[in-house]
């Protein structure tokens, strides 16, 4: 059984710091892709940034310079590092893995809340 638990959200002042953290249990890490999205209120699950098992990383351009994926595979841990926050990075950040083959099945976090304070 696999399963994906987000820590770390919070409420922070705009300009501020957080460190998401997913840790994964079961017959997934080392070798899946994974990554992060997050919901807004009245919006789409929207995706933040992406890493795939051999480190490789993608960012939408609203995070780009500003969050930092990565991964632990010692760890079975993922973290996605956020810097100079914004009002509206405000939403339910959630961390996904993908398993391997075609198509991929994804496994999800149960999310955990961001809040941006201006």
């Known amino acids: 059984q696999v399963q994906l638990v987000e820590s770390g959200g919070g409420l922070v002042q705009a300009g501020g710091s957080l460190r998401l953290a997913c840790a994964a249990s079961?017959?997934?890490?080392?070798?899946?892709?994974m990554g992060w999205y997050r919901q807004a209120p009245g919006k789409q699950r929207e995706l933040v940034a992406t890493i795939t098992s051999g480190g490789s990383t993608n960012y939408r351009d609203f995070v780009k310079g500003r969050f930092t994926i990565s991964r632990d595979n010692a760890k079975s841990t993922m973290y996605l590092q956020m810097n100079s926050l914004k009002p509206e990075d405000t939403a339910v950040y959630y961390c996904?893995?993908?398993?391997?083959?075609?198509?991929?099945?994804?496994?999800w976090g149960q999310g955990t809340q961001v809040t941006v304070s201006s």
């Open positions: 996904y893995a993908a398993s391997q083959g075609y198509p991929p099945y994804i496994y």
């Open positions: 079961g017959s997934i890490f080392s070798s899946n892709a």
